[in-house]
């Protein structure tokens, strides 16, 4: 735990007050709105964009069940759902191969981050005070897609016990284990970095050759806000001059 004894709360809360913050550049990807104006326009038509879970995202033969009670399974079977992407690598300067063991949120992110500065009027050709810009997004923890399969595939060891356990065979288990293995994401030396969180703000600085402060916030539901209140906090204190923040 720290205190700045120099300044009392109140201050710090009235200088966030007077200090002027621009909001200069906007990119974003909302359920049935690929950008910005089409979230505004959804907003004025009223449009409900809650839908029935896509079969992309999972099955609701497999998982849906109305008694809430019921065990491993989900009595919701509608949500807001952000439309596919498509996503060029080389763009971003990625090598293809990584894509698999890369999480979708680090991907997404590059597009929108891209589209907030290009919004905002600094594009790949204009010069700008890099060094001085940074990224702090809201990020929870266990929102990654990655993380999920490359940890069930470390279960083998408890399909194993399980499969010898009921009779089957060694050299049959074996099998099956493999082929149970071969239906998540295979680790290797970029899978780890493929699936944490704090890499999503990581790549973005990379790619646009920030050096500003770069990390992620966890506060749930506010994870959102409280990012936006750091990258604020770094322009207040003149740490940095632009923010890529949300």
């Not at 550049?25 to 449009?47: C, E, H, M, T």
């Not at 790549?203 to 050096?211: E, H, P, S, T, V």
Request: some cysteine.
């Amino acid at each position: 735990m720290a205190r700045n004894m120099k300044e009392s709360p109140s201050t710090a809360d009235s200088t966030i007050k007077t200090t002027p913050i621009a909001i200069i550049g906007i990119g974003s990807i909302f359920p049935q709105a690929r950008a910005s104006q089409d979230y505004w326009d959804n907003i004025l038509r009223k449009v409900d964009s809650v839908t029935d879970v896509p079969a992309s995202r999972w099955s609701i033969e497999d998982y849906y069940d109305p008694n809430p009670a019921a065990p491993d399974k989900s009595y919701c079977k509608r949500g807001a759902f952000i439309p596919d992407i498509d996503f060029d690598p080389m763009e971003f300067g990625l090598p293809p191969n990584i894509l698999e063991v890369t999480d979708v949120s680090q991907l997404i992110s590059l597009v929108v981050a891209k589209e907030a500065l290009e919004d905002a009027g600094y594009g790949e050709e204009r010069q700008f005070d890099r060094d001085h810009t940074g990224c702090v997004l809201g990020f929870v923890g266990t929102s990654s897609k990655l993380f999920t399969p490359l940890m069930s595939r470390l279960q083998y060891p408890v399909w194993k016990k399980v499969l010898l356990n009921v009779g089957i065979p060694e050299a049959d288990a074996q099998k099956i284990v493999e082929k149970m293995k071969a239906a998540y994401v295979n680790w290797e030396e970029n899978s780890f970095p493929g699936s944490i969180g704090n890499v999503v703000s990581g790549r973005i600085a990379n790619r646009f050759d920030l050096g500003g402060v770069n990390c992620v916030v966890d506060a749930a539901c506010g994870s959102s806000l409280a990012a936006v209140k750091m990258a604020v906090g770094e322009l207040i204190t003149g740490r940095a001059n632009m923010m890529i923040t949300g």
